[in-house]
């Protein structure tokens, strides 16, 4: 099977995570492509297959050298973002982009000028949606990557490597993917997340990142008699949110720049919630940032009185930098197959998380590859076919030159 014929197939599953549904996975739909994968994989004539109770796909070739050489392992998630419905038909293959604007179904444009991901995909063929729906090449391009980088050294016993080893998890949309993943069963010395954008990207950087919320208790009266009795939660929300500094949102940074993300707000009068996102490379700008929120909750609370905003902090994954640089071999190798494969290297900072990200902080080093798709979480997201056959040489060539790795 053609990668892109694979990850066509891959995309029409519905594995859309789900947060707040108390299960693990968060999405049936999630279990049913974890088990078509694993059913795939043997049929390619891996026997070291197997999926556990909690939707966690692992597995391994055994290695035909001699010699002893570590054992590299490759990632991906099974699981796309719930913001919007995968694809419910076919996606279409725009062969031979020539550079014009792409007007989809829905009438949405994805144009060149504007996109400089789409703009080097002129002479690809790529993938694209309706225009309603999600691709889900976030993350399906990097298991169908995977998945025919183990097919051709199946095929191909003769070409020398050692144990490979591969994952492929629920849950990483949400956060919560390394949760309940087995470092021990995986078995990798070093790894890499196959996550990323375009072909050629090899990130060792990422975001550490919190998840805050704010709960703000106010009093509601008659509007006709609230003088110095009514407490607005939403007018104390908004108050909340012009502590922080503007210049530091999403769309304002950029590069190693963090921000504050102000991503839910749900509220009456008498009470409010609101979601921020906290994104941070540096360590002690990202506590400062925490910081930051709690002190505008205690300056509320004393004009307001104890108790009127309550600021809870939950960090999530954290910057893979610190545990991936005293082993760059990871990252040398795999820009060295990237160039050989016919690409540039892009080592720029991920503005996100990966699964890699805990992973190396569990004692795996993991820089994220890219996948050839891009545009994630959008209806304009696309896939080029060209750079994901890349991105599965990029895979073989990795495995090759470990190969040759002295211990």
Same mark, same amino acid.
């Given at each position: 099977?053609?990668?892109h014929?694979?990850?066509?197939d ?8 789900? #947060? ?10 999630q ?15 891996v ?9 966690? @796909?692992?597995?391994?070739? %055994?290695? /035909? ?12 998630h099974?699981?796309?973002?719930d /913001? ?6 076919? $996606?279409?293959i725009?062969?031979n982009?020539?550079?014009s ?30 225009? &309603? ?10 298991i169908a ?6 097919e051709? *050294?199946?095929?191909n ?7 490979? @080893? ?5 849950? #990483? ?9 087995n ?8 790894a890499?997340? @196959?996550?990323?954008g ?5 990130? &060792?950087e990422?975001?550490?990142a919190c ?7 106010? @009093? ?11 407490? /607005? ?5 908004? #108050? *909340?949110d012009?502590?922080l500094? %503007?210049?530091?949102?999403p769309?304002h940074t950029?590069?190693? #720049?963090?921000? &504050? ?16 996102l906290?994104?941070?490379? /540096?360590?002690?700008?990202f ?8 002190r505008a ?10 108790g ?8 999530g ?7 991936v ?19 540039? $290297?892009?080592n ?11 992973l190396s ?11 050839g ?32 790795f002295e211990k």
């Amino acid at each position: 099977m053609k990668l892109h014929e694979r990850f066509l197939d891959y995309v029409m599953w519905d594995s859309r995570a789900a #947060e707040h549904t108390g299960t693990v996975p968060s999405t049936p739909g999630q279990i049913d492509f974890a088990k078509h994968l694993v059913e795939e994989i043997k049929a390619i004539g891996v026997e070291d297959v197997w999926m556990d109770e909690m939707g966690y @796909v692992y597995g391994s070739l %055994p290695s /035909n050298m001699e010699k002893e050489v570590p054992v590299i392992g490759f990632l991906s998630h099974v699981d796309t973002a719930d /913001n919007l419905p995968g694809p419910t038909k076919l $996606p279409r293959i725009i062969e031979n982009y020539d550079g014009s604007v792409i007007t989809l179904e829905s009438g949405v444009t994805i144009n060149p000028a504007r996109d400089p991901h789409l703009a080097k995909c002129v002479g690809q063929d790529i993938i694209v949606t309706d225009g &309603y729906t999600l691709l889900g090449g976030d993350d399906k391009a990097g298991i169908a990557e995977i998945v025919c980088a183990l097919e051709y *050294f199946v095929q191909n016993p003769e070409v020398p490597h050692g144990k490979i @080893v591969f994952s492929f998890t629920p849950d #990483e949309e949400i956060g919560t993917s390394q949760d309940n993943f087995n470092v021990e069963a995986f078995g990798a010395e070093f790894a890499y997340t @196959v996550d990323g954008g375009d072909f050629g990207i090899c990130c &060792y950087e990422n975001f550490n990142a919190c998840c805050a919320t704010i709960t703000i208790n106010g @009093v509601a009266t008659h509007p006709g008699d609230a003088k110095d009795k009514m407490k /607005n939660a939403m007018l104390i929300g908004m #108050e *909340f949110d012009h502590q922080l500094p %503007p210049w530091e949102r999403p769309e304002h940074t950029y590069d190693h #720049e963090g921000f &504050y993300h102000l991503e839910v707000m749900n509220g009456t009068c008498d009470h409010c919630e609101m979601t921020y996102l906290i994104r941070e490379h /540096n360590r002690s700008i990202f506590e400062y940032r925490k910081e930051i929120m709690k002190r505008a909750g205690q300056f509320l609370n004393a004009r307001y009185g104890e108790g009127t905003v309550v600021v809870d902090l939950k960090d999530g994954y954290r910057n893979m930098y610190d545990m991936v640089v005293p082993h760059m071999h990871v990252v040398d190798i795999a820009c060295e197959a990237i160039r050989e494969v016919g690409g540039t $290297p892009d080592n720029y900072p991920s503005r996100g998380g990966t699964d890699g990200a805990e992973l190396s902080w569990k004692g795996v080093p993991c820089p994220n590859l890219g996948t050839g798709s891009f545009n994630h979480h959008a209806v304009t997201e696309v896939a080029s076919i060209q750079q994901m056959e890349q991105c599965r040489d990029m895979i073989i060539k990795i495995v090759e030159k470990y190969a040759a790795f002295e211990k």
